[in-house]
């Protein structure tokens, strides 16, 4: 296994690249150039349909699951990146799986610097990555999209360590049957913005491994050789029982200087 891991990690070559426009990475048509990975499900098997492409939206359903069962999925660029901007769009429709956790109610997101979907076991079921976490208001009090998630990470912020799984965003609440635009620039290990709907809503630095294993699957890539810092890796839409639609999505590639260091929306 771990012998398989560290050619997943080895293959996983960042695209770096002069500054560049912006490119789409979805055609509108078709899944090419993404890959699923489901729980309990073999790599590029999209199981159940969850991800289909109609009128030009991206779309993640779960009209043909029998029950969810705990079979988060996610669809993976091909491509692993360093240095750039992704921009796109989200909408929730519908509701979640009746038998799907409580917390992922009108709740998804996109996985960055991420681990190979090669590198995932049959059963895991989150990438190790960071993740841009998209939320939509409930009526329960305060609940911001734009949130940072870290499973099998953690981040810096002021240089100093952040350990807990999710940081907040000073993003507003927003309804979930409106589109959202969301905007994240990532300089490899140096610094990662989210934005949305225009605005600068959280800053952070040094992605890096979690060395306490805070997701069991951390321990595999260290003993494959991975490096503790995150400078790059896959995007990764995330798919875990609610039903969401993405549309708009494009890449812009960066070149590696030194990032900004002043709050610009």
């Not at 988060?72 to 491509?79: E, K, M, P, R």
Request: contains cysteine; proline residues 8%.
């Amino acid at each position: 296994m771990t012998n398989y891991l560290a050619l997943a990690v080895a293959l996983c070559t960042p695209l770096f690249a002069q500054e560049k426009e912006w490119v789409s990475l979805f055609n509108g048509k078709n899944l090419d150039g993404w890959t699923p990975k489901i729980t309990e499900h073999p790599l590029g098997e999209n199981t159940f349909d969850t991800f289909r492409v109609e009128d030009g939206i991206l779309k993640c359903e779960y009209d043909k699951y029998p029950s969810f069962g705990r079979q988060f999925g996610h669809l993976y660029t091909n491509l692993a990146y360093s240095h750039y901007i992704l921009r796109m769009e989200y909408k929730f429709v519908g509701k979640k799986m009746p038998d799907a956790p409580h917390y992922v109610n009108l709740n998804s997101g996109v996985m960055f610097h991420s681990q190979p979907p090669q590198s995932m076991t049959l059963d895991q079921g989150f990438p190790v990555s960071i993740e841009f976490q998209f939320l939509a208001d409930q009526g329960k009090g305060p609940r911001p999209t734009g949130n940072v998630c870290t499973p099998g990470t953690n981040i810096e912020i002021d240089e100093k360590l952040i350990t807990k799984h999710i940081v907040k965003s000073s993003a507003e609440n927003l309804p979930a049957d409106q589109w959202v635009s969301i905007e994240l620039e990532v300089h490899g290990n140096e610094l990662i913005i989210h934005r949305v709907n225009g605005k600068e809503v959280l800053r952070y630095q040094k992605p890096q491994l979690d060395p306490k294993g805070h997701v069991v699957e951390t321990k595999s890539l260290f003993e494959a050789g991975a490096p503790t810092q995150l400078s790059f890796g896959h995007l990764a839409l995330q798919a875990e029982g609610q039903p969401v639609w993405f549309r708009k999505i494009e890449l812009k590639q960066l070149q590696p200087t030194a990032p900004p260091t002043e709050k610009k929306d």
